[in-house]
C-alpha cells in the first residue's frame, strides 16, 4: 500500500518533499514516479487505510477474543 487513500496523498506532504517514498516501490530499483507523473505501474497505488479496514475486518474475531482474554485475566489479578 502507498498513502492513505491513494499513491497522490504523498504529493501533499511537505516533509516528503512532496514526492512519493521509495517504500511505495513493488521492487527496490524502480524510481517512484514525479507528480503529474502518471506511470504507476512500478508502484502501490492502493492506500493503505482500505488495506488496515480489510486486516482488521479479516481478523476481527481473533482481536476480539484476545482483547476478552486480557480483559479476564486483568480482573483476575486485580482481585487476588
Given amino acids: 500500500c502507498c498513502g492513505a487513500d491513494t499513491y497522490e496523498d504523498w504529493y501533499n506532504v511537505s516533509s516528503a518533499n512532496y514526492s512519493i517514498p521509495q517504500s511505495c516501490c513493488k521492487t527496490e530499483d524502480c524510481k517512484p514516479p514525479a507528480k503529474g507523473d502518471h506511470n504507476t505501474t512500478m508502484i502501490y497505488t ?15 474475531s481473533w482481536i476480539f477474543v484476545g482483547t476478552i482474554i486480557v480483559v479476564v485475566l486483568q480482573v483476575r489479578k486485580r482481585r487476588t
Fill in 46 to 60: 492502493k492506500g493503505c487505510s482500505d488495506k488496515a479496514e480489510e486486516l482488521l475486518e479479516q481478523y476481527f
